[in-house]
Nanobody, 122 residues
Framework: QVQLVESGGGLVQAGGSLRISCAAS????????VGWFRQAPGKEREFVAA????????YYTDSVKGRFTISRDNAKNTVYLQMNSLKPEDTALYYC???????????????WGQGTQVTVSS
């Protein structure tokens, strides 16, 4: 079992930056693909970004390409999402996720965190 705990969410002005983190316990993340999803009020949860287990491949939804960067520090068993040029439409509850396979982590990952709120004011 992998337990995931997000942190670092908060309130930021449009155009600003924020980095959210996801700390894992129970298993080492180095053998898992990892990803981030988000859910805005009244909307379905959507895929944001993912990284393969070895870090060689990354994937982003079109709306965040060039603004968000997913990264991982296997020594700290932690995944990050650096968010730049934030927009009010980025406001959502952000979830960390992990799965044994990359393709699944972008669609229906096995392990989920509880989420961290990111609010972007205009």
């Amino acid at each position: 079992q992998v337990q995931l705990v997000e942190s670092g969410g908060g309130l930021v002005q449009a155009g600003g930056s924020l980095r959210i983190s996801c700390a894992a316990s129970g298993r080492t993340l180095s053998s898992y693909a990892v990803g981030w999803f988000r859910q805005a009020p009244g909307k379905e949860r959507e895929f944001v970004a993912a990284m393969s287990w070895n870090g060689r491949s990354t994937y982003y939804t079109d709306s965040v390409k060039g603004r968000f960067t997913i990264s991982r520090d296997n020594a700290k068993n932690t995944v990050y999402l650096q968010m730049n040029s934030l927009k009010p439409e980025d406001t959502a509850l952000y979830y960390c996720a992990a799965d044994e396979t990359t393709i699944v982590v972008t669609t229906n990952p096995r392990y989920w965190g509880q989420g961290t709120q990111v609010t972007v004011s205009s």
